[in-house]
């Protein structure tokens, strides 16, 4: 991607609006989806539980709501994993994104990351909904992180996602051109963890990112504005 090309409103439709604080109130939840509507976000980041919420303020945009599934952890079952999936998109999410089994990455287990990957993504496509994968690429090895993304290769789900956030780490430039380069045009990459800047951001776009987590949007697009002035 050419940013020099990018306006302050194509560069807010790269963003996921977040908000996944366990403190985060009704007020705060509003406030964020506010936020993201004024801004023209692709999508606010929440849990799973206010999602009714933040669809019914947004109804009236394009704004999507996106819920995150077995987060920040991943450690429930598939069945699990597939129940909240299906209530989040009956309460009105529009993209999903979970959290891998990460202890099972750990034991070289990938016939039960294949099957978890499957059984959501197919909730997802069957509702046309958007399916994300959050890898959480700090406790991950560069082999452990390429293994997940062929078989995200093979599944498709739309996005393969770097982190949640919540790890020891985020979305490193590395690690996005890695997953980007393993993946060859299956699915699309979104980073995120750690990406509170224009410049961080920019790197990642320009690297070949299409969504970017963050809570800083508001931050990124007002040192997009003074760089470029439109």
């Not at 996005?159 to 980007?180: N, P, Q, R, Y």
Request: aromatic share 8%; proline share 1%.
């Amino acid at each position: 991607m050419n940013t020099i090309n990018l306006t302050k409103e194509s560069l807010a439709k790269y963003f996921d609006h977040t908000l996944l604080k366990a403190f985060a109130t009704e007020e705060d939840l509003i406030g964020i989806c506010k936020e993201a509507k004024e801004m023209g976000a692709a999508m606010v980041a929440i849990n799973s539980y206010p999602v009714a919420l933040c669809k019914e303020y947004l109804k009236d945009c394009d704004v999507h709501v996106g819920a995150a599934i077995a987060f920040p952890l991943g450690q429930t079952t598939i069945a699990v994993k597939v129940y909240e999936t299906q209530q989040a998109i009956k309460d009105g999410a529009d993209e999903i994104d979970y959290v891998i089994n990460i202890g099972k990455v750990k034991e070289g287990n990938y016939a039960y990351i294949k099957e978890e990957m499957t059984s959501i993504v197919e909730v997802c496509k069957s509702n046309n909904i958007l399916s994300k994968v959050i890898f959480e690429n700090c406790y991950l090895t560069k082999e452990e992180i390429t293994n997940v993304a062929l078989i995200s290769k093979e599944v498709k789900p739309d996005f393969i996602k770097t982190s949640t956030g919540f790890g020891t780490g985020g979305a490193t430039f590395e690690d996005v051109e890695l997953m980007i380069k393993t993946v060859d045009g299956a699915c699309e990459v979104k980073a995120a963890g750690g990406v509170r800047d224009w410049q961080t951001c920019k790197q990642m776009i320009t690297l070949g990112a299409t969504r970017i987590g963050t809570s800083s949007g508001l931050k990124i697009l007002e040192e997009f504005e003074k760089e470029v002035g439109k």
